[in-house]
């Protein structure tokens, strides 16, 4: 059985939120109006009573043979014996009764407490007797029995109409709301139709609003990454292409004995293959990186044992292309960093200098502290330099400034890629200044207390 749509529930809660309001309200008006008639009709009773008793005593000096007196002379059109059936009773003020009813007949007397709840009749300063009623109960006259059913009336059209009106209001209000769901639920329908970039237009700063606005930013946030996705995807065939063509020329060159097996001819091949392996080492961690599994173990560094390392690794290269390498840490011995990353870090940055600097250049690590506590590293080099408008980009995978220039060899094109990456996992900073035939400084910079 299909469910009830949103819109038949809404109006249906509207009108029974209506209905139990108009029947609280009916319940409590009826109740109120019948305990303020009755209280009404009881203070008419006692007034007019007490006003025959009082005239009575005035002419004659005593109560006695005033029932006579009350049957001729009916209180607000009832006659006293009828009234007295419905819990009249006049007493003396020693409490004996005058004129009673079938609980409390005349000659006998009423009790302590009894007493105490009688309205006193007073002439001047003497009680002449007291008036008790018991719970009486007294029906409408015609005049007062028409004024309740017209307000019984009223009662019932304000119902309908508050039914009628809660009927609109749950119409306009379900309109409102489901028009913007409408639209969301389309977008999803688009969505999973793989129309990724779907925006669902809102004025609403509500919760609605914000559940809107979240799915915009969601479908921008897909889209962009469908984006990168499709664009790593060509940029990943485009990288493998050119080693695997060189691999598989030689190999089958190699085959047909167009060219002979050389050290030379195979140390080539070995080379590309170590590149594919690099390639793929790099977009595994990359891979890590977006999924927040790259395995980050933080501990106390020295930095002069890194930069002995790095030294260590990358004079020869430096003596090799003529350039001057140097390292220097201005007094700041320690950090927290993963070590073996942290080295990565700085490996990758200055293989990125090494390949863009020219022969007579320089190149210079250095460290320093801010005064936060936070340790920062640099990588300056006195090469070609990067365009202005290329910087906010270097950190994006497989991007290169000059797209006319294939892949050197040995670089997969990730590196600076991974060293963002991988200053992210350490909530990190890395910034990239740079000047057009002066060089470019890489900084990256480390927080100053290790996070668990």
């Keep these: 059985m299909k469910s009830l749509s949103i819109r038949t529930k809404f109006i249906i809660a509207f009108m029974a939120v209506g209905l139990l309001a108009i029947a609280l309200v009916g319940i409590f008006t009826t109740r109120v109006s019948h305990q303020q008639f009755q209280d009404l009709v009881l203070d008419r009773f006692t007034s007019d009573y007490s006003t025959i008793v009082i005239d009575y005593y005035e002419t004659t000096g005593t109560l006695f043979g005033i029932e006579k007196i ?9 006659p006293f014996d009828k009234a007295t059936q419905t819990g009249f009773i006049i007493a003396l003020p020693n409490g004996g009764i005058l004129v009673g009813d079938p609980t409390h007949p005349a000659g006998t007397f009423l009790t302590k407490s009894e007493m105490q709840k009688a309205t006193i009749i007073n002439h001047g300063d003497k009680t002449i007797a007291l008036l008790v009623t018991f719970n009486p109960t007294f029906l409408p006259n015609p005049e007062e029995q028409r004024y309740i059913e017209t307000t019984n009336k009223a009662m019932m059209y304000a119902s309908l109409g508050a039914i009628s009106l809660a009927i609109i209001l749950g119409l306009i209000f379900t309109q409102t709301l489901l028009r913007p769901l409408s639209k969301l639920s389309t977008a999803l329908s688009n969505m999973e139709q793989g129309e990724l970039h779907q925006i669902v237009e809102t004025n ?36 493998l292409r050119s080693p695997l063509t060189v691999i598989n020329g030689y190999i089958e060159a190699m085959q047909d004995g167009s060219l002979e097996i050389t050290k030379e001819r195979l140390a080539i091949v070995q080379d590309e293959v170590n590149l594919l392996t690099r390639l793929v080492d790099d977009m595994r961690t990359l891979a890590l990186a977006d999924s927040g599994q790259l395995i980050i173990q933080r501990a106390e560094v020295d930095i002069k044992n890194v930069f002995d390392h790095l ?34 870090v700085v490996s990758n940055l200055l293989n990125n200098a090494f390949r863009h600097t020219d022969p007579g250049g320089q190149i210079m690590v250095k460290s320093y502290n801010l005064s936060d506590g936070s340790t920062v590293i640099e990588v300056e080099d006195t090469g070609e330099g990067i365009p202005a408008e290329d910087l ?31 200053i992210d996992a350490h909530n990190g900073q890395v910034d990239v200044a740079s000047e057009i035939g002066k060089g470019s400084t890489f900084t990256v910079t480390f ?6």
């Excluded at 892949?407 to 590196?415: A, N, R, V």
């Excluded at 927080?447 to 668990?452: G, Q, R």
């Design 311 to 344: 030294a260590n690794a990358y004079q020869l290269i430096a003596d090799s292309q003529k350039l001057q390498l140097s390292f220097v840490n201005y007094g700041y011995k320690s950090l927290f960093a993963d070590e073996d990353r942290l080295i990565q």
């Design 447 to 452: 927080p100053n207390a290790p996070l668990t």
């Design 70 to 78: 009350l049957r001729s002379s009916p209180a607000n059109g009832t």
């Design 204 to 239: 609403s700063d509500d919760e609605l609003g914000e559940v809107i606005q979240g799915f915009n930013q969601m479908s921008a946030a897909l889209t962009s990454a469908n984006a990168r996705r499709d664009q790593m995807t060509a940029d990943i065939a485009h990288e």
């Design 392 to 422: 906010p980009y270097v950190f994006n995978r497989f991007y290169r400034a000059d797209n006319s220039r294939q892949t050197q060899k040995g670089e997969s094109g990730l590196g600076l890629s991974i060293v963002k990456a991988i």
